[in-house]
């Protein structure tokens, strides 16, 4: 069984729910110390799996061989940081659109140029899909947060 598609509707499913802890966690103490400390969560959980599963692989010697993978980690630092901002100003809905469409957007643009050592190329139904996250954004976003 192919895991792919259910990984990417717990993974979106998630980043909602994520938004919304840290959207109220930013509320409250400054955006970056937020993310900050969710982090930190993430390391420990991660920490705690990691030791009571040791066929994980946790290898020093992988970093060694891609260091940059360590950006991932500044990039979620600053990627939360700015959901934890943008909520506050966009409202939930809006910026997981905002986010989303970004995210769609600049992936076809990696994927043509084949960052992940694979090029995919751009057809009109990719383009169309793209077309219409793109106006549902638009969409969501013009009407601003809805006040409850």
């Not at 990417?8 to 110390?33: C, E, K, N, W």
């Not at 420990?44 to 993978?69: D, K, M, N, T, Y």
């Amino acid at each position: 069984m192919n895991l792919a598609l259910p990984a990417a509707v717990l993974a979106g499913a998630l980043i909602a729910v994520q938004a919304t802890l840290i959207g109220a966690f930013g509320a409250r103490i400054h955006p970056f110390v937020a993310s900050t400390w969710v982090h930190l969560g993430g390391l420990v959980f991660g920490g705690v799996v990691v030791l009571i599963s040791p066929r994980l692989g946790f290898e020093l010697a992988a970093v060694r061989q891609a260091p940059w993978g360590l950006l991932a980690g500044v990039a979620g630092v600053l990627l939360v940081t700015g959901v934890a901002v943008a909520i506050g100003g966009l409202g939930l809905a809006s910026t997981l659109a905002v986010v989303t469409g970004v995210q769609l957007l600049l992936g076809f643009v990696l994927e043509s140029v084949g960052v992940l050592e694979r090029t995919v190329a751009l057809d009109p139904v990719r383009i169309g899909g793209a077309a219409l996250i793109v106006a549902g954004v638009y969409l969501v976003v013009s009407r601003g947060p809805v006040a409850g």
